[in-house]
């Protein structure tokens, strides 16, 4: 009898263990499901032409698929007419380092959907440095940020999150402790939540460098792709794991970026702005799949 009493306290003991990990493995009564975001990302082999030049009727194309994507429509048109309004004035933030700028094709087409989303053309300004004095930044409702990945020896990236740097009066007040707090760019009164749509040009990333405003051609590759999404936090993510998996390519071992880019987790769970977790990233991939590195 006492061998049995042992057992069923043991079978009840088990049991009870059991069923209060269950209960943890689900939501708690009333509480929403962790948020999740989408980034898309689309790729062509044939999108980046000999010689390094492009072909902006591919390019076009790839930006109407992730951006119908993104928003769930069933049309390129109806898309873009969810990035912005006929009654927007939208400021399209491009990238201007010589090196490895917003290509003219991409901003080009990225005007000429706003155009057909019914935007005035008068209300659309392509700007970089001078967005601070520029009258359409100045009184714009809507932004559309757009830029090539790259590696950068201040940030350890440069993506989508940097790339705000210029709605600053003071850029260098962002540059201590390895740029950690980009996403405050995020806050400021002339940005906070005017950016409609995010575009991480990963054409030709680059992959490493060595000191400020370093580039070089051996550290870039034909990827031909474009990551697009609401959340410049995720978007940034994703860009580095494609960087990360290419320098393990290059390098033959793991070689962290130096500095780390850790400005792309506080700009999550310091300043609010995005997701960084990867595993509450959907991520759609279009197109080429060879070589993806995701």
Not at 1 to 26: P, Q
Not at 64 to 84: I, M, Q, R, T, Y
Not at 257 to 270: F, L
Request: net charge positive; hydrophobic share 45%; aromatic share 6%.
């Amino acid at each position: 009898m006492k061998r049995i009493a042992i057992d069923r306290r043991e079978f009840l003991r088990v049991a009870g263990a059991a069923a209060l990990g269950a209960a943890a493995a689900l939501p708690l009564l009333g509480q929403e499901p962790l948020k999740k975001t989408k980034v898309v990302l689309v790729r062509h082999k044939n999108v980046v032409e000999s010689g390094g030049e492009l072909n902006a009727a591919l390019l076009a194309g790839m930006l109407d698929e992730a951006v119908s994507v993104l928003f769930d429509s069933p049309s390129p048109g109806e898309a873009w007419k969810g990035v912005a309004a006929p009654s927007d004035v939208v400021g399209i933030k491009t990238n201007q380092w010589a090196s490895l700028h917003t290509p003219r094709e991409l901003e080009e087409a990225i005007r000429s959907r706003l155009v057909g989303a019914g935007v005035r053309a008068a209300n659309i300004s392509i700007d970089d440095r001078g967005i601070l004095s520029n009258p359409i930044f100045q009184r714009a409702t809507a932004l559309v940020n757009v830029r090539p990945m790259r590696a950068h020896a201040w940030s350890g990236v440069g993506g989508c999150l940097k790339n705000y740097i210029m709605f600053s009066p003071s850029p260098a007040d962002y540059h201590p402790d390895s740029c950690v707090d980009l996403g405050a760019l995020w806050n400021l009164p002339n940005v906070k939540g005017r950016t409609r749509l995010n575009i991480l040009v990963m054409l030709t990333p680059q992959f490493h460098c060595v000191a400020p405003h370093h580039f070089d051609a051996e550290y870039t590759w034909v990827y031909g792709g474009l990551l697009v999404g609401t959340d410049p936090v995720a978007v940034d993510a994703v860009g580095l794991r494609i960087i990360e998996a290419k320098r393990r390519l290059y390098f033959k071992e793991v070689t962290p970026m130096r500095p780390s880019p850790k400005h792309i987790a506080a700009a999550d769970k310091k300043h609010g702005v995005g997701i960084a977790d990867m595993d509450r990233i959907d991520l759609a991939k279009l197109g080429w799949k060879e070589g993806i590195l995701l």
